[in-house]
């Protein structure tokens, strides 16, 4: 608000649909604005409103809201983890690297990142094909696709996109893969963190971890090594 004239009003409480919203209103150089912050499951939706007619205009929207949290994805942001394993001991030489975008693990040999996506657009071989393009996004450099590995697991094919990607100031193997999760997939990639022939016990890994479900025990990770 630095050079704009604004007044802040008490902040209060209110019905969003069935959720409760603390609400924050204010006005910047005579145009009123409105903040809401509605719990939704785990999450937290933040709806900001502004015009006219503010007070009608927000009582409009704040009681059409509806929130409808997906089970698989609320299990996810529960338990920190959207993978399950039927195997205990599966990931016992793994720990988890904090990162607010995705679930990361690592072995000091390799490093995983699962992430969900809200729909199975990943499970297509189009998706698949752009992977170089979205990989320009990310700090690690230039990704080129060599070829696939289908494997089947017990909730289906499993594609395996192998590629090799600049890390670390030479070219290194990796791999996407995505599964689904009822309606939504999750979206797996690996790297090593050393210098390594293949991946192939990382495939092994992959092929044994599944969706997180309901009732699943916590994931055995260990302590990272200081």
């Not at 927000?58 to 994805?73: E, G, K, Q, Y």
């Not at 993978?83 to 205990?88: A, R, S, T």
């Not at 752009?130 to 289908?150: C, F, H, N, Y």
Request: glycine share 8%; net charge negative; charged share 25%.
């Amino acid at each position: 608000f630095q050079g704009h004239r604004y007044e802040l009003r008490a902040p209060q409480t209110t019905a969003a649909g069935v959720h409760l919203a603390g609400v924050l209103e204010f006005t910047i150089e005579d145009r009123e604005f409105a903040f809401a912050n509605i719990g939704c499951g785990e999450r937290v939706v933040v709806v900001m409103i502004g015009g006219p007619q503010l007070a009608a205009l927000r009582t409009h929207v704040l009681r059409s809201f509806d929130c409808r949290p997906v089970p698989a994805t609320e299990l996810a942001l529960q338990s920190g983890a959207p993978i399950g394993v039927d195997q205990p001991d599966l990931l016992a030489d793994w720990y988890q690297i904090p990162n607010e975008q995705a679930f990361l693990v690592s072995n000091d040999v390799f490093a995983v990142m699962f992430q969900v996506v809200g729909n199975d657009e990943v499970l297509t071989a189009e998706y698949r094909n752009a992977i170089p393009d979205l990989m320009k996004a990310l700090p690690v450099g230039t990704w080129s696709s060599t070829r696939q590995e289908k494997r089947w697991a017990r909730d289906g094919e499993r594609v395996f996109q192998h590629g090799t990607i600049d890390a670390f100031g030479e070219r290194r193997p990796g791999l996407f893969v995505a599964w689904r999760c009822d309606d939504q997939a999750i979206l797996a990639f690996a790297l090593p963190l050393i210098p390594v022939p293949d991946l192939g016990s990382v495939v092994d890994l992959l092929m044994k971890v599944r969706c997180a479900r309901p009732g699943d025990p916590p994931l055995r990770l260990r302590e990272k090594q200081r």
